[in-house]
């Protein structure tokens, strides 16, 4: 944002979003001082509420209604104003601590714990077996079709992948030349993006990424996924025609939901490639041990308690890092 929030608006919009959170009812000025002892008149809340919503941070579903936070506001929320975890996570870092390699196999352990995860959140969780992160990428393919990028990506080892992702405006007339310059880059061993041409900048910045995010080369049979009933009778997914891409992409490619990336990270409506992912946010944290790369996730609607769901999948990703060294 161009303009920093004043205390003000940053209080307003952090009381808005743990209002919604709780009760997924728009809120007006008024309950937000009643309930949060904001020190402030509802006027004066009223006011920063008008410029939550002015900068997209806020919006109201109805005429007349309260206003609820938007992606934006979420995103805002999770960068800037992230409480620290209740003490419920304490709970679970003590339980965590007490597990032990005594289950008959890894898939067992993983399972114990992405039934935890989900039953601690209330959200639906995945956790990917570790991979090995040395994949070299081979060949990249580049198919518009309408606002909408396929990417057809074949690793070294043949395995082949596909990304399907919002073509920027204005960025079809680039694909070839850009296809052609990735192509070029590979030959060479990999991807340069300092040597990007200036004129392929828009499709070169979606596909650049695109391949830090989400991939699904890792064995679908590797992902344990567990609450999915718990995302699908959430009120955000009541539509089925939004609910049905979401259920073919959790059963066919759960591991799309997930980032290759080594770091943690938290996806907000759309900033998922995933366009069945829109309604939902997703909360990630890595995991390595001397067989690779593994991911620990949360799935949800945008709706979400935020500090609790990244302070869970930090600590379980952490305690598989002892179990598996």
Same mark, same amino acid.
């Given at each position: 944002?161009?303009?920093?929030? %004043?205390?003000?608006?940053?209080?307003?919009?952090?009381?808005?979003?743990?209002?919604?959170?709780?009760?997924?009812?728009?809120?007006?000025?008024?309950?937000?001082?009643?309930?949060?002892? !904001?020190?402030?008149?509802? @006027?004066?809340?009223?006011?920063?509420?008008? +410029?939550?919503?002015?900068?997209?941070? /806020?919006?109201?579903?109805?005429?007349?209604?309260?206003?609820?936070?938007?992606?934006?506001?979420?995103?805002?929320?999770?960068?800037?104003?992230?409480?620290?975890?209740?003490?419920?996570?304490?709970?679970?870092?003590?339980?965590?601590?007490?597990?032990?390699?005594? #289950?008959?196999?890894?898939?067992? /352990?993983?399972?114990?714990? @992405?039934?935890?995860?989900?039953?601690?959140?209330? $959200?639906?969780?995945?956790?990917?077996?570790?991979?090995?992160?040395?994949?070299?990428?081979?060949? !990249?393919?580049?198919?518009?079709?309408? &606002?909408?990028?396929?990417?057809?990506?074949?690793?070294?080892?043949? %395995? *082949?992948?596909? $990304?399907? $992702?919002?073509?920027?405006?204005?960025?079809?007339?680039?694909?070839?030349?850009?296809?052609? #310059? +990735?192509?070029?880059?590979?030959?060479?061993?990999?991807?340069? #993006?300092?040597?990007?041409?200036?004129?392929?900048?828009?499709?070169?910045?979606?596909?650049?990424?695109?391949?830090?995010?989400?991939?699904?080369? !890792?064995?679908?049979?590797?992902?344990?996924?567990?609450?999915?009933?718990?995302?699908?009778?959430?009120?955000?997914?009541?539509?089925?025609?939004? $609910?049905?891409?979401?259920?073919?992409?959790? &059963?066919?490619?759960?591991?799309?939901?997930?980032?290759?990336?080594?770091?943690?990270?938290? #996806?907000?409506?759309?900033?998922?490639?995933?366009?069945?992912?829109?309604?939902?946010?997703?909360?990630?944290?890595?995991?390595?041990?001397?067989?690779?790369?593994?991911?620990?996730?949360?799935?949800?609607?945008?709706?979400?308690?935020? *500090?609790?769901?990244?302070? @869970?999948?930090?600590?379980?990703?952490?305690?598989?890092?002892?179990?598996? +060294?």
């Amino acid at each position: 944002m161009s303009k920093p929030l %004043s205390l003000r608006q940053e209080q307003v919009l952090q009381a808005t979003v743990h209002h919604y959170v709780d009760t997924m009812e728009p809120v007006g000025s008024r309950t937000l001082v009643q309930r949060f002892g !904001i020190p402030a008149s509802s @006027a004066t809340v009223r006011s920063a509420m008008g +410029a939550l919503e002015r900068r997209g941070l /806020l919006h109201q579903p109805h005429t007349s209604a309260g206003r609820i936070p938007s992606p934006m506001g979420y995103r805002h929320y999770v960068n800037a104003l992230l409480p620290e975890p209740g003490v419920a996570v304490q709970h679970l870092e003590r339980e965590l601590t007490g597990l032990s390699l005594r #289950w008959a196999g890894l898939d067992d /352990l993983l399972m114990h714990l @992405a039934r935890r995860l989900t039953d601690f959140t209330g $959200l639906m969780s995945l956790i990917t077996q570790p991979q090995q992160e040395n994949r070299q990428l081979e060949t !990249i393919r580049l198919v518009p079709s309408g &606002d909408r990028l396929l990417v057809m990506l074949v690793e070294a080892n043949g %395995s *082949a992948s596909h $990304l399907n $992702l919002r073509l920027p405006h204005g960025a079809e007339a680039e694909l070839t030349a850009m296809e052609r #310059w +990735a192509s070029a880059q590979l030959e060479e061993g990999d991807l340069n #993006w300092e040597a990007l041409p200036r004129q392929l900048q828009r499709s070169g910045a979606v596909l650049r990424s695109a391949l830090d995010q989400p991939t699904p080369t !890792i064995n679908p049979t590797s992902v344990v996924v567990h609450g999915l009933s718990r995302l699908v009778s959430e009120p955000e997914f009541e539509s089925t025609a939004s $609910l049905r891409p979401l259920l073919e992409l959790i &059963d066919e490619e759960p591991c799309t939901l997930i980032s290759r990336g080594a770091s943690a990270r938290v #996806w907000i409506g759309d900033e998922h490639p995933q366009p069945a992912l829109e309604a939902c946010a997703v909360v990630q944290a890595p995991y390595r041990c001397n067989e690779g790369l593994g991911h620990v996730a949360l799935v949800g609607p945008m709706r979400m308690a935020y *500090a609790t769901a990244r302070a @869970a999948v930090q600590r379980v990703a952490r305690h598989l890092e002892l179990l598996l +060294a």
